[in-house]
């Protein structure tokens, strides 16, 4: 009982430091803003957490494990890999969307006074690039393609939707994410290939 109480405890002081640095950035936000807003005392958060440093790095290794799980969901299921390179895309704009501890795993990836702990761009960059690899096997790549362009243009343009959808959802909607897709991917697959893939609003 004791140890469940310690896991809610230290969940909550997560999703609060989450939303504080997501409201105030690193640099402003305070462990009095984090302890309150998880409902608990200064004392209960450093009995998990030595500084704020350690607390955001819960949150950035919090978000890591939300970004690999939407990452291995999509794989396991995959049809292909550029499908599965789309499809990763959504479902990671969705837990940007929807979870606040995601979002904020990918803001302090840039904040200047904060010593990155995981740098889930570039653990993007390295999926990005693994399924560009898969889909050179597979054959379904465009011929001469060079992967690694590729793969710049995949990451620059995600890694944007997230930076701009701090301030407006919409750069993070399916939507947005589909257009891209359908401008993108007969610039990647071949045509073959691409009658395969599905995009679906």
């Given at each position: 009982m004791k140890q469940e109480r310690a896991l809610r405890?230290?969940?909550?002081?997560?999703?609060s430091a989450a939303r504080v640095f997501g409201r105030r950035g690193y640099a402003e936000a305070t462990l009095n803003m984090i302890s309150a807003g998880a409902g608990v005392t200064p004392g209960a958060l450093h009995f998990h957490f030595e500084n704020k440093a350690a607390v955001a790095a819960a949150v950035e290794s919090a978000a890591a494990g939300c970004l690999r799980t939407v990452a291995h969901e999509v794989y396991v299921r995959r049809t292909s890999a550029l499908q599965a390179l789309a499809d990763s895309s959504l479902a990671l704009a969705h837990a940007l969307l929807s979870d606040v501890v995601a979002r904020a795993?990918?803001?302090?990836?840039?904040?200047?006074?904060?010593p990155t702990v995981h740098d889930l761009r570039e653990e993007w960059h390295a999926y990005v690039r693994r399924l560009l690899r898969e889909a050179d096997a597979e054959e379904t790549l465009l011929p001469g393609l060079c992967r690694r362009h590729a793969a710049a243009m995949v990451v620059a343009a995600?890694?944007?939707f997230e930076i701009l959808g701090r301030d407006d959802p919409q750069w993070l909607s399916r939507r947005t994410?589909?257009?891209?897709?359908q401008v993108v991917l007969p610039c990647l697959a071949d045509p073959k290939a691409l009658r395969d893939l599905e995009l679906q609003a």
């Open positions: 405890t230290r969940q909550a002081l997560i999703e795993g990918f803001q302090l990836g840039h904040e200047a006074l904060y995600t890694i944007g994410l589909i257009g891209f897709w």
